[in-house]
Nanobody
Framework: QVQLVESGGGLVQPGGSLRLSCAVS????????IDWYRQAPGKQRELLAY??????RYADSVKGRFSLSRDNAKDTVYLEMNSLKPEDTAVYYC?????????????WGQGTQVTVSS
């Protein structure tokens, strides 16, 4: 059973930083497998960061401030968030679209709240 568990959210002041973690259990993953989304109240879920065409890609809203990384030994993917703004306040989710037994499935973490406020 594949599970994704996020952690690292919290309250941070504008201009601050947070690092979110997405720990994957049930199988080994590549950084290519994991995307990060966020959803603010009253808004649609937004794709923030993913690997596309062999390159790390970011939404315009977070480009230059957020970055993806992976710890191979821990099967964990990180979203490093810097220069945070109040508009970054949202629930953040990691997601994977994986082949399991010949079929592809969407896997979502439970979400972690990020609040940027003074």
């Amino acid at each position: 059973q594949v599970q994704l568990v996020e952690s690292g959210g919290g309250l941070v002041q504008p201009g601050g930083s947070l690092r979110l973690s997405c720990a994957v259990s049930g199988r080994s993953i590549s950084i290519d497998d994991i995307d990060w989304y966020r959803q603010a109240p009253g808004k649609q879920r937004e794709l923030l960061a993913y690997v596309g065409g062999g390159s790390l890609r970011y939404a315009d809203s977070v480009k230059g401030r957020f970055s993806l990384s992976r710890d191979n030994a821990k099967d964990t993917v990180y979203l490093e968030m810097n220069s945070l703004k109040p508009e970054d306040t949202a629930v953040y989710y990691c997601h994977a679209y994986l082949n399991n037994g010949g079929n592809y499935f969407h896997y979502w973490g439970q979400g972690t709240q990020v609040t940027v406020s003074s």
